[in-house]
Structures are given as structure tokens and as C-alpha cells.
């Protein structure tokens, strides 16, 4: 594996620097050391023409002074917690009110896609590394590491490691905004989504999950066979207005823990498929709905659904919910998962 190492900038948390890999097929990724964020994924289309998927930033400044989490790895918990608080083992740990009444993806300023992530090639990986001593409100000293990894089969494997010398809820993932036409194309609403998940989680206001896990089928939440994003985003279907279209938790169908096939993406211009699979128990489908016009790389603007995120995860609001999968890990517990994105 060839690595390009350059440097990406100055922030207030220090300098950045970004790690870049090719492969064999003519498909790179980088990644900066600024919150093991993903910059850029350029692969080729059906025509062998290369574009860049993923919307972003031109230095790592503007990730670090912008809000919207491109690319970044989000924890130690992405998504949101009621009310800000969670009580565990009797004793309250109380959070930043940062999302209305909410949390959201932990801390806006101290949250893992702010911080500078030690970085070592192992392997055919880079292996990004932090250590969490930081006061968010969240219990326990953690160790994170995120492996990255791309094969000559245009997979690009995400590997998660999080350990805690206290019992504490972690559920890390990515949010990178995927256009497969190409970060600068425009709308996402051709892309056609397929998801392996017959139910969702139900959402009140400020997408917080009620606990109902519902039936996808019947509805406008139904992608089990596949569904054009723009179809019915703006359907008459109180869940989509609630989060002004979609932007919830899907339940993979059979989870157990193993590596499953849960999502195919499908560019409409560029014929580019990414198929995309994890061990953890959800995604959140997010169709872009607060994109407001900002630049991005090269000039670009992102306005409303120009991307899409699939977001890996344990179900938001997990501690709050004794139905949901268990998400608190501790010194008896570590935190590991995996989600690979391939494209075809």
C-alpha cells in the first residue's frame, strides 16, 4: 500500500495532515488526522472517468471552523440523547444541550471530529489512534482507534476499536455525505437506495426514537426493494415531516453481529453502485435535508439534498430505551465494529 502523506492545514487544535491511498483499480481515498475524517473518495464511473464522491472541504480549517460533520468520525456517541442527560448505574451524567432540548453527536467543540487522531500505517492500514480524557459529560478514559483499509477490490473497510475503564455508552460512526455522480453533480434524489431493514425506529419531535420499532412495509419507509430517494421524500407521511424527509434510524434485518449486506446505493448519471455493509444493528438514512448552500471543495456549492449519509450505528437514543440494542461498554466490554463500503 502507497500512502501520500501532505499536509492539510492549521487549526486551533494543530496542524493537520492528510494521508492519501490508491489502489490498483484507480481508486483513492484521504483521510486527514483532523477527526480521521474522510475527505475525499474518488472512484472511477462505468465510463472509467474519475469524480469524487463525497462532498467536503479544500483544508482542514474549514472542516474545523464548519458544522456538518463531513467525512468525520462522530463520537464517542453519534446521534442523539433525549434531554441531554442519561442515568447510569444511579448516578445522572448530564451532557451538552446542543440540538433544541437534545444532544447531539456528543460535544460540538470536543467531540472526536475536532480532535487531532495520532497516525500509523500497519499493514495494508492506517490505523488512526486518540486517547479520550476529555470532560463531555460522558464516564471513563477511552482508548479509540479507527483502522482504515482500501482493497483492490475498491472496498473501503472502517474498522472500530473503543475501550473504557469505566462503564459508558459508545456508538461510534462515519458521516460521510455520499453523492455517487459526483460531489459537485447536484441533487441525490435520482439515487435509487435499496435497505435490508423492515423496520425503522420511530421518531417524535426532535427525532428522538418513541421505542416502536416499525413496520416499514406498506409505506414510504419501505426500501427493501429498492426505492428512488426523491420518489416520496415529500410525501404526506407524518415521519418525514417531522425531520423534513428522511433522516431516521433503519434496523438491519438479521443482525447478529456479523459483517451483513445492508444498503445498495446507485448513481443515475454516472452508473456508480456502492454497496455497503456492517456488523452494527442500524443506519441512519439522512437524505441532506439541512444542506444550506454552503462551499465546498473546489468552490462547489451543497444545497438541500445534494448528499446522502448511511451512518453506521448502535440505534439513537439507545440509553433511554432497554428494547434497543445494548450500547454501554466498559472494562468488560470493548466497543468493536466494522462497515465497509464497496463500489462497483
Given at each position: 500500500?502507497?500512502?501520500?502523506?501532505?499536509?492539510?492545514?492549521?487549526?486551533?487544535?494543530?496542524?493537520?495532515?492528510?494521508?492519501?491511498?490508491?489502489?490498483?483499480?484507480?481508486?483513492?481515498?484521504?483521510?486527514?488526522?483532523?477527526?480521521?475524517?474522510?475527505?475525499?473518495?474518488?472512484?472511477?464511473?462505468?465510463?472509467?472517468?474519475?469524480?469524487?464522491?463525497?462532498?467536503?472541504?479544500?483544508?482542514?480549517?474549514?472542516?474545523?471552523?464548519?458544522?456538518?460533520?463531513?467525512?468525520?468520525?462522530?463520537?464517542?456517541?453519534?446521534?442523539?440523547?433525549?434531554?441531554?442527560?442519561?442515568?447510569?448505574?444511579?448516578?445522572?451524567?448530564?451532557?451538552?444541550?446542543?440540538?433544541?432540548?437534545?444532544?447531539?453527536?456528543?460535544?460540538?467543540?470536543?467531540?472526536?471530529?475536532?480532535?487531532?487522531?495520532?497516525?500509523?500505517?500497519?499493514?495494508?492500514?492506517?490505523?488512526?489512534?486518540?486517547?479520550?480524557?476529555?470532560?463531555?459529560?460522558?464516564?471513563?478514559?477511552?482508548?479509540?482507534?479507527?483502522?482504515?483499509?482500501?482493497?483492490?477490490?475498491?472496498?473501503?473497510?472502517?474498522?472500530?476499536?473503543?475501550?473504557?475503564?469505566?462503564?459508558?455508552?459508545?456508538?461510534?460512526?462515519?458521516?460521510?455525505?455520499?453523492?455517487?455522480?459526483?460531489?459537485?453533480?447536484?441533487?441525490?434524489?435520482?439515487?435509487?437506495?435499496?435497505?435490508?431493514?423492515?423496520?425503522?425506529?420511530?421518531?417524535?419531535?426532535?427525532?428522538?426514537?418513541?421505542?416502536?420499532?416499525?413496520?416499514?412495509?406498506?409505506?414510504?419507509m419501505d426500501f427493501t426493494k429498492g426505492?428512488?430517494?426523491?420518489?416520496?421524500?415529500?410525501?404526506?407521511?407524518?415521519?418525514?415531516?417531522?425531520?423534513?424527509?428522511?433522516?431516521?434510524?433503519?434496523?438491519?434485518?438479521?443482525?447478529?453481529?456479523?459483517?451483513?449486506?445492508?444498503?445498495?446505493?446507485?448513481?443515475?448519471?454516472?452508473?456508480?453502485?456502492?454497496?455497503?455493509?456492517?456488523?452494527?444493528?442500524?443506519?441512519?438514512?439522512?437524505?441532506?435535508?439541512?444542506?444550506?448552500?454552503?462551499?465546498?471543495?473546489?468552490?462547489?456549492?451543497?444545497?438541500?439534498?445534494?448528499?446522502?449519509?448511511?451512518?453506521?450505528?448502535?440505534?439513537?437514543?439507545?440509553?433511554?430505551?432497554?428494547?434497543?440494542?445494548?450500547?454501554?461498554?466498559?472494562?468488560?466490554?470493548d466497543y468493536d465494529s466494522e462497515t465497509?463500503?464497496?463500489?462497483?
Amino acid at each position: 500500500m502507497n500512502v501520500v502523506k501532505s499536509f492539510f492545514g492549521t487549526t486551533p487544535a494543530g496542524d493537520v495532515d492528510l494521508f492519501t491511498v490508491i489502489n490498483d483499480k484507480n481508486m483513492s481515498v484521504s483521510i486527514s488526522s483532523l477527526g480521521a475524517t474522510l475527505v475525499s473518495i474518488k472512484v472511477p464511473d462505468r465510463n472509467g472517468h474519475v469524480d469524487d464522491v463525497l462532498l467536503g472541504y479544500d483544508s482542514a480549517k474549514e472542516y474545523y471552523d464548519r458544522d456538518g460533520f463531513f467525512g468525520a468520525v462522530v463520537g464517542p456517541v453519534a446521534n442523539r440523547i433525549a434531554g441531554g442527560e442519561f442515568e447510569l448505574d444511579g448516578k445522572t451524567c448530564h451532557l451538552q444541550i446542543n440540538d433544541g432540548p437534545n444532544n447531539l453527536h456528543s460535544h460540538l467543540e470536543l467531540g472526536y471530529h475536532r480532535r487531532i487522531w495520532d497516525v500509523k500505517k500497519e499493514g495494508e492500514s492506517l490505523v488512526f489512534s486518540l486517547y479520550d480524557d476529555v470532560d463531555t459529560g460522558f464516564p471513563g478514559k477511552k482508548t479509540v482507534t479507527v483502522e482504515y483499509t482500501l482493497t483492490d477490490e475498491n472496498e473501503l473497510k472502517i474498522r472500530y476499536h473503543l475501550s473504557s475503564d469505566e462503564k459508558t455508552p459508545v456508538n461510534l460512526t462515519n458521516h460521510s455525505y455520499f453523492n455517487l455522480d459526483g460531489h459537485n453533480s447536484g441533487s441525490v434524489l435520482g439515487h435509487r437506495l435499496t435497505l435490508n431493514a423492515s423496520k425503522y425506529t420511530q421518531v417524535r419531535e426532535g427525532a428522538i426514537p418513541t421505542g416502536v420499532l416499525s413496520d416499514v412495509s406498506g409505506t414510504v419507509m419501505d426500501f427493501t426493494k429498492g426505492r428512488v430517494i426523491g420518489d416520496d421524500i415529500e410525501a404526506d407521511f407524518d415521519q418525514l415531516k417531522l425531520t423534513i424527509g428522511y433522516d431516521h434510524n433503519w434496523v438491519i434485518d438479521g443482525w447478529d453481529g456479523s459483517l451483513r449486506h445492508f444498503a445498495t446505493l446507485v448513481g443515475p448519471a454516472s452508473g456508480r453502485v456502492m454497496e455497503a455493509y456492517t456488523t452494527l444493528p442500524g443506519v441512519q438514512f439522512y437524505a441532506g435535508n439541512y444542506l444550506d448552500g454552503r462551499t465546498g471543495k473546489g468552490g462547489a456549492k451543497y444545497y438541500k439534498r445534494q448528499a446522502m449519509c448511511l451512518e453506521t450505528q448502535y440505534f439513537p437514543d439507545s440509553v433511554h430505551h432497554d428494547n434497543f440494542p445494548d450500547c454501554i461498554f466498559g472494562p468488560d466490554r470493548d466497543y468493536d465494529s466494522e462497515t465497509v463500503f464497496k463500489f462497483i
